[in-house]
């Protein structure tokens, strides 16, 4: 039971993820290829703080996000104006560096050798041992940041960024500020990025950089793309199937050294034909371009 629930805690982590890249990717267009580089940002933040100065892990988790979302800024602005592939292999090398960062600074992060013994999130004193009070956490964090990305979506605000999704060229013409747009979006993204990465680290009690490649930037835009882009539900939908789906498959019986392959081959399978099938994903309704 232990076992499934943490499953269930990962796949609410990666919810967070998943809804943070569809503000970008799905609903504004914007082809973001290094976004889990703002959840380890927010988890070495978060971390650090925690275990070289003793900062609560709340307050860690919001400074890491803070960070997160500087660091959203700082990418989002020179970004922006760039479109398409151009913009994919810049948010790419984004990744990359963050990830080079982490695994090279050996005197901060301490590399690959990782940081051990992080805290968990205490309560009025209590610090939260149990899964099941870990999932109730991250629950609320999951609900918090898919109402507040909802409310984002559903506003003026958020028309805009569907309309520079379906044509940039006709948003500027009736005056609307394109690339203020697109770097709030970032912003956003990555601040929502960056609490993933603090719950994370804080719920493993070990980070190493292996945690943030860019693989798993690849894995939280299939995420979104399977789920379906532009859609709140599908964002739900692509991360819980992707991250409890394969572990389900640990259960067939078969030895390990056949088991993890064909684990991999049925997760690709399944891909291959969602995207033939279904471009749009699962309960998307927007096909990206």
Known sequence: MEYFLHILIIADIYIILTLSLNLIVGYTGLAALG???????GAYTSSLLALNYGVSPWIGLVLGACIASVLGLVIGFPSIRLKGDY??????????????VSKNWVSLTRGPMGLPGIPKFSFFGFELQTVWAYLLLVAVFVFITSFIINRIVDSPFGRVLKSIREDEVASLSIGKDVNRHKLIVFIVGAFFAGIAGSLYAHYITFIDPSSFTTMESIAVLLMVVFGGMGSIRGSFAGALILVIFPEMLRFLGMPGSVAAPLRQMIYGLLLIVLMI?????????????
């Open 277 to 289: 099938k279904r471009p749009q994903g699962i309960i998307g309704a927007y096909r990206f371009k």
């Open 87 to 100: 913009l994919a292999l810049a948010t790419f090398g984004f990744g990359v560096i963050v990830y080079s």
């Open 35 to 41: 976004h889990i580089a703002f959840a380890c940002v």
